[in-house]
């Protein structure tokens, strides 16, 4: 990266900078970018507390999933390519492309996606589905109660996020002009319906495409 660049970087990290244009040098600065996590912590410490919190839970479900085996392994990556496709979406389509998270020591994207942001998505739709499921619903009633417990999560998570500014909704967009302690409710319609479509999706394709004795066995072939 050439020191133009790197300078017009660094600025993001200043409180109150308002940059008209995010300039990258080449694909690769695009793609991902590394910095100091001691100037994330000077700025924003709650934000690291807050990534490592999400960084550490993801970990813990994966280690959950391997040890347990059977549909979790795909249960924890499948919430994986699920959160990199709705968040790239997001990036990309003008109509939902109306927030935006703060600078992270590790981004990727375009300085849009930060890397705890990918392993948010089991962190809530993994812990939730586990729960789900030892309540022992139906089968039409459990994608709701997970994405229930998902919004559980999530609420607390969002109400402080936005107040400490890890992350910052569109001022103006009327789509998300209603607002619970300035998250918009539509953020938790958004992961409601999201993780119970989600939930729905994994058991079904298993009962359309697998020969397994239940949903949380592998497949025999």
């Known amino acids: 990266m050439n020191e133009t660049t790197n300078e017009f970087y660094e600025n993001l990290f200043t409180p109150g900078t308002a940059l008209s244009e995010l300039k990258f040098d ?10 100091d996590v ?49 968040e790239s979406i997001s990036y990309i389509h003008p109509d939902i492309d109306n927030f935006w998270h703060s600078q992270t020591f590790l981004i990727f994207l375009g300085r849009r996606l930060p890397l705890h942001i990918i392993v948010l998505y089991p962190v809530f739709i993994y812990n939730s589905s586990i729960a789900a499921a030892k309540a022992r619903l ?13 919004v559980l999560i999530d609420i607390a998570y969002d109400i402080v996020s936005v107040n400490f ?14 607002r619970h302690y300035w998250v918009p409710w539509n953020s938790y319609y958004f992961h ?15 009962e359309v495409f697998c020969e397994s004795d239940g949903k949380w066995l592998a497949d025999k072939r």
């Open 165 to 178: 500014l890890h992350w910052t909704w569109h001022d103006t967009d009327p789509n998300i002009y209603d």
């Open 38 to 86: 001691s100037v994330h912590w000077e700025y924003q410490p709650s934000y690291v507390l807050s990534q490592c919190s999400y960084l550490l839970g993801g970990l813990i479900t994966f280690i959950h999933a391997c040890n347990h085996g059977g549909r979790l392994p795909y249960l924890w990556l499948t919430t994986i390519l699920h959160g990199l496709a709705v």
């Open 26 to 35: 080449g694909f690769c600065d695009w793609f991902v970018r590394l910095s």
């Open 192 to 206: 409601a319906t999201f993780a119970a479509s989600f939930t729905f999706w994994f058991h079904f394709t298993r």
């Open 138 to 150: 139906s089968k039409w009633s459990e994608p709701f109660a997970v994405g229930l417990l998902v």
